[in-house]
């Protein structure tokens, strides 16, 4: 069996998901995502420039093989870009393999540890009351689990990626057409405000809801240490992103003060990024993406060593990545002995369920995964001619003083 030809379309409904379509002398194709939000073409421009002309004549089933090839050899290695470009050839590979043998993904890996994965929605509110007004619409969906985030008194944009229009989350953190939007953002407000938004949370709901929160890389080390201790009474399900991803020794000072559990990784691409933060336990979550995390190959070893360390996962799925990259963590969900939970927000539209059709579907806060060989996702060309790329930036967030922060 050979690669014969691949292709990149980039474009989708509010999205500029970037699509690889790789095909073979056998008439079986296969499809992998390498959506890297906000700075799209790149991947692309890594995949036709330099990795597709090097896949043409080679085995697909050789994957592993063809990952170590496009890894070692870059000589540069691992970074967002490179690791979605590859992440996206990996995931088309497996999805070739699993049609040729008509297995679902899953079975390739072990077969089914579960049969739904459990999964949590985004429920953010401009205020208190639209928060949580919006967990209840969640709730009455069947959701058993769901990220808050809450705009902060004084501080508009203060619960980050906080939508414009009130609504809740269908919002799609890019901003088009213009240059990148600021936001300010004060620490001492948010800390002050924020336990009483779960203590709310809690009054209203119970204890058995699972409430899940991003810090987005927003706290010093101290402050999160002080953070956790204090939320500690209202049993979050995970804090995320407390402190900023470039430092992991500062996760020791937080878990040093309290118990809450801490979810980190959806901006790490490689197995080594992730190695000091597992091996030392200083996370209870594990969030890489298949997309920009080396594909299904690389993922798997990152849950692996993950498992070793009592680490479960918690993969990434924010309306950035697409269906593609959904099914394929859907497969590994299915298999890990050490899955966690599921981030699930991409497979809301209509328009998005046209251009990516699958039979995977959602039910009672579950993700079931279907029984089609492969991943189980197709990729509708002709809608894809209604979509083209648009620029889109992440906001830039400031302290009120003027300071660049971490968004
Ligand atoms: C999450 C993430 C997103 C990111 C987005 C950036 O936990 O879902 O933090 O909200 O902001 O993926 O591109
Ligand atoms: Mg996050």
Known sequence: ??????????????????????????????????????????????????????????????????????????????GPVAMAAIGAIDMALWDIKGKLANLPLYQLFGGKSREGALVYAHAT???????????????????????????????????????????????????????????IWSTAKYLRYMPTVFEAIRERFGNELEILHDVHHRLLPREAAAFAKEIEQYKLYWMEDPTPADDQTALRMIRQHSTVPIAIGEVFNSLWDCKQMIEEELIDFIRVAVTYAGGITHVKRIVELAALHHVRTGFHGAPSHSPISMAAQGHINAWAPNFGIQEYLVLGTLECEALFPSQHYYKDGMFYISD??????????????????????????????????NY
């Open 1 to 78: 069996m050979k690669i014969t030809g691949a292709e990149v379309f980039i474009g989708g409904p509010g999205k500029n998901y970037v699509t690889l379509k790789i095909k073979t002398d056998e008439g079986i194709y296969g499809l992998g995502d390498a959506t890297l939000n906000n700075r799209e073409t790149l991947p692309a421009a890594y995949l036709t420039d330099y990795l597709i002309p090097c896949l043409i004549g080679k085995d697909p089933l050789n994957s592993e093989d063809i990952w170590q090839y496009f890894y070692r050899g870059a000589y540069f290695r691992r």
């Open 125 to 183: 509110g401009s205020n208190l009351g639209a928060l949580l007004d919006t967990i209840a619409h969640y709730q009455d969906q069947g959701y058993k689990a769901v990220r808050v985030q809450c705009g902060i008194p004084d501080m508009p944009a203060g619960g980050y990626a906080i939508p414009k229009n009130n609504e809740d989350s269908k919002h799609f953190i890019t901003q088009f057409g213009s240059l990148p939007e600021e936001e």
């Open 372 to 405: 089609e060989p492969g991943l189980g996702v197709d990729f509708d060309e002709k809608e894809a001619q209604r979509y083209s790329y648009k620029r889109g930036y992440h906001p830039v967030v400031r302290l009120e003083d003027g300071t660049v922060w």
